[in-house]
T-cell receptor, first 112, second 114 residues
């Protein structure tokens, strides 16, 4: 089967850097994505990694290590509006079927 | 360009009632998805349609049926609602089922089953 682990909550100070980790167990892995969801809203796409390494998109970066089955989302220069839940999503191909599995999410609270 | 639209926004059902959640996208995407989101459980995939004419089960398909009516529309049906199906339901679409293709989510349907 598939499993993903993320911390349930993280608190960080405005202007600081925070890292949200995601570890996964899946067969046929081929990609990891990150989504942001504000309370009461719909998830929105942030970034993806198909290959090992760091992908940078403005203040947000995402890292993947396929050998360690591990990824993280790095948020820099935190702003109050970054308070939201962050989900990692694993894409896999198993038995000819493509699957996507979301983690349970990490609730980030940014404090002044 | 409305993106992904869902109807209704809210619904209250009694146990045993049936209903269909509607979803439509205007981005000419091939793939569409139905998720449910419960507190502390993240998003769980119910069914998806990789392309028009195909549907596949996700993680939690029991109690649901889907129809990919055409490229634009993907509906989710609850034949006999149960309290355990109280949740927020999100529809999403993407060009393909792959990590680098953004999934665009609709605003969600909040369903309460009494």
């Amino acid at each position: 089967g598939q499993s993903l682990e993320q911390p349930s909550e993280v608190t960080a100070v405005e202007g600081a850097i925070v890292q949200i980790n995601c570890t996964y167990q899946t067969s046929g892995f081929y990609g990891l994505s990150w989504y942001q969801q504000h309370d009461g809203g719909a998830p929105t796409f942030l970034s993806y990694n198909a290959l090992d390494g760091l992908e940078e998109t403005g203040r947000f970066s995402s890292f993947l290590s396929r050998s360690d089955s591990y990824g993280y989302l790095l948020l820099q220069e935190l702003q109050m509006k970054d308070s939201a839940s962050y989900f990692c999503a694993v894409y896999s191909n198993s038995g000819g079927y493509q699957k996507v599995t979301f983690g349970t999410g990490t609730k980030l609270q940014v404090i002044p | 360009n409305a993106g992904v639209t869902q109807t209704p926004k809210f619904q209250v059902l009694k146990t045993g009632q049936s209903m269909t959640l509607q979803c439509a996208q205007d981005m000419n995407h091939n793939s569409m998805y139905w998720y449910r989101q419960d507190p502390g459980m993240g998003l769980r995939l119910i069914y998806y349609s990789a392309s028009e004419g195909t549907t596949d089960k996700g993680e939690v398909p029991n109690g649901y049926n889907v129809s990919r009516l055409n490229k634009r529309e993907f509906s989710l049906r609850l034949e006999s609602a149960a309290p355990s199906q109280t949740s927020v339901y999100f529809c999403a679409s993407s060009k393909r089922v792959t990590a680098q293709e953004t999934q665009y989510f609709g605003p969600g349907t909040r369903l309460l089953v009494l």
